[in-house]
């Protein structure tokens, strides 16, 4: 039964990723192709990010306590540490980006300024996200 736990706590980890990446993706294609209002796509993401992160975070806690702490002089504790730092530069990116679709206002087309900027946000945010991706694969797989 604890292995079957492992696996649903790995595979909600990994579904939650999915959705931060991808989603950072669809976001970042709604705003470059501009010939649409953005603002649904964007504010559902912003959404689903939030609860796909806390998840992503919750399931990550649970997969640290199964492996146990590692040292942070040890290699693989020290990818972990750098790991947890870009997850953290992601939050804070995150919260200036939710906070700007949520300045966006329901009336009016986005101007191209702001979705210039935005597409920024959302270009950084996945680009960090699969810099997160590829330290979980290096400390999965060495």
């Known amino acids: 039964m604890a292995g079957a736990l492992h696996l649903l706590v790995r595979l909600a980890h990994v579904l939650g990723m999915a959705v931060l990446l991808g989603g950072a993706v669809a976001a970042w294609q709604a705003l470059r192709i501009g010939n649409r209002d953005p603002r649904p796509v964007l504010r559902r993401y912003e959404w689903l990010f939030w609860g796909a992160l806390g998840v992503s975070i919750a399931t990550g806690v649970g997969n640290l306590g199964t492996l146990g702490p590692p040292g942070p002089t040890t290699r693989w504790g020290s990818i972990l540490t750098f790991k947890l730092l870009v997850v953290a530069g992601v ?12 300045r966006l206002g329901d009336s ?16 950084a945010t996945g680009w960090a996200l699969g810099a997160i991706v590829a330290l979980a694969e290096v400390l999965a797989h060495g």
């Open 108 to 123: 009016g087309a986005v101007r191209s300024i702001a979705r210039g900027r935005l597409r920024v946000l959302y270009a």
């Open 91 to 102: 939050v804070v990116l995150s919260a200036v980006r939710s906070l700007a679709v949520g």
